[in-house]
């Protein structure tokens, strides 16, 4: 066995040739489908978790507090604390509720949230599917959480509900056009949907910066459109707790509840994962042409850090500014997405694809 | 709308949300500013500010004395009624008769912590003390006695008022 920490295709081949030797290629298959399912289910619960605790911390040190710091060292066993907490508590049964599509809805949400993680490229050969419509297939998988949402909102039988349901189906349906038409930006810089060949293309500089101006605007409309998407602050409408309790996971208890939590969180990971790929350049280290001993340096972090360091710098940001910034109401965040950024939007790949043209970008 | 007032509008947020990013910012990267104190630990040093509203104390000076002459105002301006004056008449050295208190009774249960009784009173006898660890397992130890055992009053109540004013 060759294992490099630098390049994992050769671990992922080991695997595969270590399954199928001892096996018919359907149970090697099988078998593989498994580990992926397993390793996922841990990441997603490891994830899912610290990133509660993320939130918590910097919350805190926004509003100068300490936030959770009594739960093992720095507070750092208090969401597994938590998330004991839920599963010992009573899943409560509401009484006109559509029972079937109740308890439905939690998994199509946490589903649409593991689908989308299969495709993303953690590091070099490390990617459960290499799409070649990558982007189109995260696109539309991280779409699908919002008939969860729906569901729930529908299912519960409550006006909280049913209420914060609606909200997110607009909400949803309005920012991801935003989301699309920024990550098409980069599509058309690196003339593949493909995830890998995009990191691949980013080789000699992240698109961020070789798209100078253009890449910039897509990355902060991004920014701001996949916040939405998620249903993270300042655009929480979907379960703003002044008007509609929790919206529409008002009615849900136990780790039932835990699922849309952490969903939240993970689709969060997500689109940062999203940006982190598309705009930062994934894996791929940071390099200077030129400066080769930087760019060694560099090259010896391995590409699983540089990964999850870039993801980690887009969620403080994305905490950063739902910290920040009051909530919006629905008015203003609709005009917002259709008067503001999908104009802008429009024009900077008008933009973009003259400059594509031109060649007036960093090759 | 006018092209350059709608590009107008959109830098102009982008330099607000920018301004609330940075004092945010400011914040989350100096731990230094944190308010939150923590307490079971600190106990030893905690740092409480001066107008916190513990209790209400009578103050003593190092002879045992306070300058409460039981004359009953706080009692009567008290909303709850959590206050009650046990006076005595004595017969002092001049063989005048004296109204001196034996018992100031303060009911913490009842206390809303209004400081009314601490603004009328005319000789400034009794203030806000800084304890705050208030939980006990009878309720009957709320009920307290503010004047110490053996403590008797001041005489120069007077200039004591004075000098408080200048």
Not at chain 1, 155 to 181: C, F, T
Not at chain 1, 231 to 234: H, L, T, V
């Given at each position: 066995m060759d294992f490099n920490i630098y390049d994992f295709t050769s671990f992922t081949t080991w695997v595969h040739n270590a399954l199928t030797s001892s096996m018919s290629p359907g149970w090697a298959m099988f078998v593989e489908l498994a580990i992926v399912g397993v390793v996922f289910i841990a990441f997603y619960a490891v994830i899912g978790l610290y990133l509660v605790y993320a939130e918590r911390k910097v919350c805190a040190l926004i509003q100068n507090r300490k936030g959770p710091n009594r739960v093992g060292?720095?507070?750092?066993?208090?969401?597994?604390?938590?998330?004991?907490?839920?599963?010992?508590?009573?899943?409560?049964?509401?009484?006109?509720?559509?029972?079937?599509?109740?308890?439905?809805?939690?998994?199509?949400?946490?589903?649409?949230?593991?689908?989308?993680?299969?495709?993303?490229?953690?590091?070099?050969?490390?990617?459960?599917?290499?799409?070649?419509i990558g982007i189109f297939y995260l696109f539309a998988v991280s779409s699908l959480g919002v008939i969860g949402i729906l569901l729930a909102g529908w299912?519960?039988?409550?006006?909280?509900?049913?209420?914060?349901?609606?909200?997110?189906?607009?909400?949803?349906?309005?920012?991801?056009?935003?989301?699309?038409?920024a990550l098409l930006s980069i599509v058309i810089f690196s003339g593949s949907m493909q995830l890998s060949t995009i990191v691949e293309s980013q080789a000699n500089g992240w698109w961020i910066i070789k798209g100078h101006i253009p890449a910039i605007i897509s990355f902060l409309i991004f920014l701001v459109a996949s916040t939405a998407e998620t249903?993270?602050?300042?655009f929480d409408l979907a379960e703003a707790e002044s008007e509609l309790t929790a919206g529409f996971h008002t009615e849900y208890s136990g780790i039932k509840f835990a699922f849309f939590f952490l969903a939240e969180y993970m689709n969060m990971f997500i689109v940062a994962a999203i940006a982190a790929t598309v705009f930062l350049g994934g894996w791929m280290p940071f390099h200077i042409p030129g400066l080769d001993g930087m760019n060694h340096v560099m090259d010896y972090i391995p590409p699983f850090v540089w990964f999850m360091g870039k993801t980690a710098f887009i969620i403080f940001i994305m905490m950063w500014f739902k910290w920040t910034f009051p909530r919006l109401r629905i008015d203003q965040l609709l005009k917002l997405e259709w008067k503001y950024l999908l104009p802008l939007n429009l024009m900077n790949i008008v933009l973009i694809a003259f400059i594509v043209l031109m060649g007036w970008y960093i090759k | 709308m006018n092209?350059?007032?709608?590009?107008?509008?959109?830098?102009?947020?982008?330099?607000?949300?920018?301004?609330?990013?940075?004092?945010?910012?400011?914040?989350?990267?100096?731990?230094?500013?944190?308010?939150?104190?923590?307490?079971?630990?600190?106990?030893?040093?905690?740092?409480?500010?001066?107008?916190?509203?513990?209790?209400?104390?009578?103050?003593?000076?190092?002879?045992?004395?306070?300058?409460?002459?039981?004359?009953?105002?706080?009692?009567?301006?008290?909303?709850?009624?959590?206050?009650?004056?046990?006076?005595?008449?004595?017969?002092?050295?001049?063989?005048?008769?004296?109204?001196?208190?034996?018992?100031?009774?303060?009911?913490?249960?009842?206390?809303?912590?209004?400081?009314?009784?601490?603004?009328?009173?005319?000789?400034?006898?009794?203030?806000?003390?800084?304890?705050?660890?208030?939980?006990?397992?009878?309720?009957?130890?709320?009920?307290?006695?503010?004047?110490?055992?053996?403590?008797?009053?001041?005489?120069?109540i007077k200039e004591v008022k004075e000098?408080?004013?200048a």
């Open positions: 060292p720095f507070g750092l066993l208090q969401t597994i604390a938590d998330l004991f907490k839920l599963l010992m508590k009573e899943l409560i049964y509401i009484k006109n509720a559509d029972k079937f599509l109740f308890n439905l809805a939690p998994f199509i949400v946490i589903i649409a949230s593991f689908m989308a993680i299969a495709a993303l490229p953690f590091a070099k050969g490390l990617h459960a599917i290499d799409l070649n299912s519960s039988n409550s006006k909280y509900s049913l209420i914060g349901a609606i909200r997110s189906g607009a909400q949803v349906v309005s920012y991801e056009l935003s989301v699309g038409l249903n993270r602050g300042p | 092209i350059f007032k709608y590009f107008g509008e959109v830098f102009g947020a982008i330099r607000s949300l920018w301004a609330g990013m940075r004092v945010t910012g400011y914040y989350s990267i100096r731990p230094g500013k944190v308010v939150t104190q923590k307490y079971p630990e600190n106990r030893k040093k905690l740092i409480i500010a001066e107008r916190f509203k513990g209790e209400v104390i009578m103050t003593h000076d190092a002879n045992n004395q306070h300058s409460c002459n039981g004359c009953g105002i706080c009692e009567m301006n008290c909303p709850n009624g959590s206050i009650e004056i046990i006076s005595n008449k004595i017969t002092n050295a001049e063989g005048k008769s004296e109204r001196v208190i034996d018992k100031h009774i303060y009911h913490l249960s009842m206390c809303t912590f209004c400081s009314l009784c601490i603004k009328t009173c005319p000789s400034n006898s009794i203030t806000w003390g800084h304890d705050f660890e208030h939980a006990v397992f009878d309720r009957n130890k709320l009920t307290k006695v503010l004047n110490q055992p053996g403590s008797s009053i001041r005489k120069e000098t408080k004013e």
